[in-house]
């Protein structure tokens, strides 16, 4: 699911390690710091024991200067999630290169905010934000991009402090931060790894005091591979160890196939992420323990797929790691509500998380490219639960804002599930929907947050928000365009 960005192809293979070891630290940590499997991924900003949420609005304005972009932080509580204007009320922050101590400097076309990520990094106990802005200009360098870490405190995230990360060598349209991603891959230190994308692989970094660039996952250019940009960062634990393992999602050229979604795992390891192999499945990708068996599932999406209008496979985790076979799902699978079609975007961005406490996650499909009656690309969102034999089609559920109780109206380039997230925001044990429509109000963009009953996601009850319910500028913001998984 998580942090996407648009991509040019380019020659390449699959991603190997490159680059030293890591040296041995202390034991693995579980929950907090150092989440291994997906739902011990964190982002509790302020330590008080609740999830908070991250959104990006990579083209919100900042001091005049349009596309800039922002982030904003959702404090949640024992009552959930709100707005500072919208019951519950909570508190809530917005940060932007135009923020204290953030590096860099608010400027047209930065795009801050275009992928967002959460982890304790630092091990001080406290969730700390990793925040992408590809569109930044470096030393002259156009669209080079960075990403920057926000440190989070007793009072929430803070911009003093904060550390920027960019390339070495810094590239002209490579979009540095297009995707990032955080949880404990090795034993390096107590805190959570960092891992930042651009056009060409993927840089890993570790807090030691200083930030460390650990090592680079590089492309490869062997004719006999498959050549993978990277699109999209996802971390899940699908052997069971002490570490997590990183997904990296995107595009294949694929002889007579024309461009296909690949993805490439990264076993975590005690001294090192090693790679492990590559899949057929993404760009969109995401994580959880479907079925209940202790071991992460990974959930791919390919939304480009013509004859099918967007797929989604399944792969399941165990001792071995994940399976090489795949549940693949499409609108036209028995017990899916709607028809495939080309152009639907079934499978753009996904999300897993448990919505009723049964102890198996369920999967969030976001299909922006929906039609809703005549209405061209309105966007629909489907909730899938799992079982102890994967998912089923058993209670699955279906919403677009014309659905009965959701806040709106089907409108042309709403986009409506472009992003999706399943997240606890009252430790409940059951996780709520937020789906988010970056085209709502010509690009304006809006949240709409999905509570969890009993039985799971519900449209009744569910209300809608944006940039400016936050405190920050919502014209032109395309509000939602990124939310931390």
């Known amino acids: 699911m998580i942090n996407r960005k648009n991509l040019s192809l380019g020659a390449a293979a699959f991603l190997l390690v490159s680059g030293a070891g890591i040296s041995a630290a202390p034991a693995a940590f579980a929950g907090t710091p150092g989440g291994t499997y997906a739902n011990d991924r964190n982002s509790d900003f302020d330590g008080d024991g609740y999830a908070d949420v991250l959104t990006g609005a990579p083209g919100g304005t900042v001091g005049g200067k349009k596309g800039a972009g922002y982030v904003t932080v959702q404090y949640c509580s024992a009552s959930g999630i709100g707005t500072t204007n919208t019951r519950p009320r909570v508190r809530t922050a917005v940060f932007s290169q ?32 990793i925040i992408g802005s590809p569109g930044e200009d470096l030393a002259g360098v156009v669209d080079a991009g960075r990403a920057s870490v926000l440190y989070g405190s007793a009072s929430g995230l803070r911009g003093t402090g904060s550390v920027s990360l960019q390339a070495v060598r810094p590239k002209r349209e490579s979009g540095y931060g297009g995707a990032v991603a955080a949880a404990h891959f090795t034993a390096a230190t107590p805190g959570d790894g960092i891992a930042v994308s651009d056009d060409d692989g993927v840089d890993l970094y570790s807090d030691e005091g200083p930030m460390v660039r650990v090592t680079r996952l590089e492309t490869v250019d062997d004719p006999g591979d498959r050549s993978v940009v990277p699109f999209n960062l996802t971390t899940g634990n699908f052997d069971g160890d002490a570490y997590a393992d990183l997904v990296v999602s995107g595009f294949s050229l694929v002889d007579d196939e024309g461009v296909r979604g690949r993805s490439v795992v990264f076993e975590g390891g005690r001294h090192a992420l090693s790679y492990a192999r590559d ?31 967007g797929l989604v496979s399944i792969r399941y985790g165990g001792e071995e790691g994940l399976t090489d076979l795949a549940d693949e799902l499409t609108q036209d699978s ?9 152009g639907d975007g079934w499978g753009t961005d996904l999300s897993v998380a448990d919505t009723n406490r049964d102890g198996r996650a369920d999967i969030a499909i976001g299909a922006p490219g929906e039609d809703i009656g005549t209405v061209r690309d309105a966007g629909a969102v489907w909730v899938i639960r799992g079982q102890q034999r994967g998912w089923t089609s058993d209670g699955v559920r279906s919403f677009n804002q014309n659905t009965a ?15 999706v997230r399943l997240v606890d925001t009252d430790r409940d044990g059951r996780a709520e929907l937020l789906a988010a429509a970056p085209g709502e109000n010509t690009g304006d963009g809006v949240a709409i947050a999905f509570p969890a009953a009993t039985t799971g996601i519900a449209a009744n009850g569910s209300w809608l928000y944006g940039g400016g319910s936050l405190g920050a500028s919502g014209t032109d913001a395309r509000f939602g365009a990124a939310i931390d998984e």
Request: net charge negative.
């Open 98 to 129: 135009s923020t204290a101590g953030v590096a860099g400097t608010a400027e047209p076309g930065d795009a801050f905010g275009a992928a967002v990520a959460t982890g304790d990094v630092n091990g001080d106990g406290y969730d700390d934000a």
């Open 279 to 309: 899949l057929t499945g993404g760009p969109a990708a995401a994580a959880g323990d479907i079925n209940g068996d202790g071991y992460d599932e990974l959930v791919t999406g390919e939304e480009g797929s013509a004859e099918s209008g």
């Open 334 to 342: 028995p017990g899916i509500p709607g028809t495939a079609e080309e």
């Open 405 to 419: 109780n959701v806040p709106g109206s089907a409108e042309a380039d709403d986009a409506f599930g472009a992003q």
